[in-house]
Nanobody
Framework: QVQPVESGGGLVEPGESLRLSCTAS????????MAWYRQTPGKQREFVAG???????VYADSVKGRFTISRLHVQNTVYLQMNSLKPEDTAVYYC?????????WGQGTQVTVSS
């Protein structure tokens, strides 16, 4: 079974930066896509950024130019560098891994942007 684990969340002020990490472990797998989603209370989970095995990236319009997703294939680790954070970025951030076994979600990490 594949299990992604996130880390790096916390409390920051508007304009500051954070870097989230997600490392997947478990059975041998081939990751096709690794992505970040976020969710706030009472709202649906929304897509933030994704990176394919070939390195192509996709971003939600709300984070383009501020967030950068990257990955280390060997370690099955994906990062989300978040710059110029805004209060509306406050959410629980989840990592999703898509492999030959389907989708696997992490437990989430809280990001709070507040002065």
């Amino acid at each position: 079974q594949v299990q992604p684990v996130e880390s790096g969340g916390g409390l920051v002020e508007p304009g500051e930066s954070l870097r989230l990490s997600c490392t997947a472990s478990g059975v041998i797998f081939v990751s096709k896509v690794m992505a970040w989603y976020r969710q706030t209370p009472g709202k649906q989970r929304e897509f933030v950024a994704g990176i394919y095995s070939n390195g192509n990236t996709v971003y939600a319009d709300s984070v383009k130019g501020r967030f950068t997703i990257s990955r280390l294939h060997v370690q099955n680790t994906v990062y989300l560098q978040m710059n110029s954070l805004k209060p509306e970025d406050t959410a629980v951030y989840y990592c999703k891994l898509t492999s030959q076994y389907g989708d696997a979600w992490g437990q989430g990490t809280q990001v709070t942007v507040s002065s």
